[in-house]
Nanobody
Framework: QVQLVESGGGLVQAGGSLRLSCAASGRPFSSYGFSNYAMGWFRQVPGKEREFVAAISRSGRNTYYADSVKGRFTISRVNAENTVYLQMNSLKPEDTAEYYC????????????????????WGQGTQVTVSS
């Protein structure tokens, strides 16, 4: 059974920072290998669709960001620890959302996606609230 467990969310003032973590476990990762999965972070506020935030390729060499977070957020991963991170700096009230990590198996390292429906595995989410 796949488990993606996010942590690190919380309440922070505008301009502050948070670091989200996502730990992956379960048979797909143990048998196929976490390093064969591209990972993504998405966020959602009530009443709106899930929004792409950032993605990272299997090796971590390639990353992709939504324009709204580019230059402020950094996605990274440690394959030996089956963990992906999202460092969030210069937070704004509009960053307030439930943040989810997601995984998709990929054949090539350059492959990484921003479409939520392309990710079959999801965590339960962690709430980030940025006060003004």
């Amino acid at each position: 059974q796949v488990q993606l467990v996010e942590s690190g969310g919380g309440l922070v003032q505008a301009g502050g920072s948070l670091r989200l973590s996502c730990a992956a476990s379960g048979r797909p990762f143990s048998s196929y290998g976490f390093s064969n999965y591209a990972m993504g972070w998405f966020r959602q506020v009530p009443g709106k669709e899930r929004e792409f935030v950032a993605a990272i390729s299997r090796s971590g060499r390639n990353t992709y960001y939504a324009d709204s977070v580019k230059g402020r957020f950094t996605i990274s991963r440690v394959n030996a620890e089956n963990t992906v991170y999202l460092q969030m700096n210069s937070l704004k009230p509009e960053d307030t959302a439930e943040y989810y990590c997601a995984a998709q198996a990929r054949t090539f390292d350059f492959e990484l996606g921003s479409i939520a429906n392309e990710y079959p595995y999801w965590g339960q989410g962690t709430q980030v609230t940025v006060s003004s």
